[in-house]
């Protein structure tokens, strides 16, 4: 079922999004907007197949640094191809 979404997605992307569109989505997501509160992005890698969700993703930490009170969120991309398919917060 996951494969037949993801394909299913990556065919909606190339008939829908730009490079530079997926470019600036990519900025986006590590902070690099100008309309972003400042922040730190990391990339955590997931590449543990034998447990759940059995297939690759990245998972981003994002470190807000603009106040005294750092906060951290974390969200997940799937697949861990660079080409997400799913934004889990």
């Not at 190339?14 to 997501?29: F, G, H, P, Q």
């Amino acid at each position: 079922m996951h494969k037949k979404f993801d394909n299913l997605l990556k065919k909606w992307k190339i008939e829908n999004v730009t490079s530079e569109e997926e470019k600036r989505c990519k900025e986006w997501l590590m902070g690099h907007a100008d309309d972003n509160k400042p922040c730190r992005t990391f990339i955590n890698n997931k590449n543990n197949l034998d447990k759940a969700p059995y297939y690759q993703y990245n998972k981003y930490v994002v470190e807000y640094t603009g106040n005294s009170h750092t906060r951290k969120e974390k969200v997940s991309l799937h697949p861990g191809n660079g080409q997400g398919t799913g934004i889990h917060l």
